[in-house]
């Protein structure tokens, strides 16, 4: 595979041949929200992360990358006119695909069907990414929910963003898949917070300590410093809320495990914090740094 920093260099140096970086205003933080392993609550996590987020004041889009399953809708029971599809094939604005969600989060579908999954190739995600580049300006916050793995998609992704949310669970392969992205980000020179949050877990002594495994093994192999988001509980209010297609914040907003997402979405709320890290960390920024190198 060549190195993913070339790759996205090698797509930005035609991007910005354009003109639109200039009209780039930096606002949004760019969250993505990831896992080594499929099924470990990164849809649940990253929809009631941004209504936590949104009931703070802020504006947030959830941008489905996990493309072609459209999980954000059916976890929301919400079913969006426009897809990226719309975007990439006939040629609709980044803004007309955008569609509502509950409590006022807006929605980015990645589709459904093999169609969106397969029209993913370097041309399309430079153009995707340079469209959402242009909601900056209107957003505080992107929360884009990817697929699992290392895949040259979800990396593309998750290299554009000032922070990631890698979620795992006590399974021992969801941990291992998870260094694995860890590994893969910082190989490519991923510079972005390495936030964990600990899904499925029984109490808080579990979460800490798989915590602490993941960080070991990322301070001693890669080199890099992890930080604990927080962690949600096994609860059958999750279940409920999927089948429900109503997420749990708004099913069940009592519960333990909506507590703890309203609790982490405070470490996003600083607006003061927010606007020094932006300085340093725009998506823009990123784009520039991952296109040309950092200084250059
Ligand atoms: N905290 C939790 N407690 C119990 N089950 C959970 C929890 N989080 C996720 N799940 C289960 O995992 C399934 C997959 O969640 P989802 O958010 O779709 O994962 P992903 O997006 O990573 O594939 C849910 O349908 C639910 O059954
Ligand atoms: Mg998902």
Redesign the pocket.
């Known amino acids: 595979m060549k190195d993913q920093a070339e790759r996205l260099r090698e797509l930005m140096k035609e991007r910005t041949s354009g003109k639109e970086e200039h009209l780039v205003k930096n606002t949004a933080k760019v969250l993505a929200i990831t896992?080594g392993k499929?099924?470990?609550?990164?849809?649940?996590?990253?929809i009631n992360l941004a209504i936590a987020i949104r009931r703070l004041g802020y504006n947030v889009l959830i941008f489905d990358a996990?493309i072609g399953l459209a999980?954000i809708e059916i976890?929301t029971g919400t079913s969006m006119k426009y897809t990226i599809a719309d975007l990439i094939l006939n040629n609709k604005n980044i803004y007309e695909i955008i569609g509502e969600g509950p409590e006022g989060i807006k929605i980015i579908s990645g589709g459904s069907g093999f169609n969106e999954l397969s029209m993913m190739n370097d041309e399309n995600i430079r153009k995707l990414l340079g469209q959402i580049g242009k909601l900056e300006s209107s957003m505080d916050f992107i929360i884009i929910?990817t697929g699992?793995g290392v895949s040259n998609i979800v990396l593309d992704f998750i290299m554009t963003a000032d922070e990631v949310i890698l979620?795992t669970t006590p399974d021992p392969t969801s941990l291992m898949d998870g260094y694995t992205v860890i590994k893969a980000l910082t190989t490519n020179g991923y510079k972005g917070k390495l936030n964990i949050v600990t899904?499925?877990v029984s109490n808080r002594m579990e979460a800490i300590g798989i915590f602490n495994k993941l960080n070991r093994a990322s301070n001693n192999f890669l080199k890099v410093e992890l930080s604990f988001l927080g962690y949600?509980?096994?609860?059958?209010?999750?279940?409920k809320a999927?089948r429900n297609q109503q997420p749990f914040l708004l099913s069940s907003p009592l519960s333990p495990?909506s507590k703890s997402i309203n609790i982490m979405a405070l470490n996003f709320a600083d607006i003061g914090k927010h606007d020094e890290l932006k300085q340093e960390n725009s998506f823009a920024q990123k784009l520039k740094d991952l296109f040309f190198g950092r200084g250059g």
Not at 38 to 46: M, P, R, W
Not at 232 to 239: H, M, T, W
Request: cysteine-free; aromatic content about 4%.
């Open positions: 896992s499929g099924g470990v609550g990164k849809t649940n996590f990253a996990d999980n976890l929910d699992a979620i899904n499925i949600l509980e096994k609860s059958s209010v999750v279940n999927v495990i």
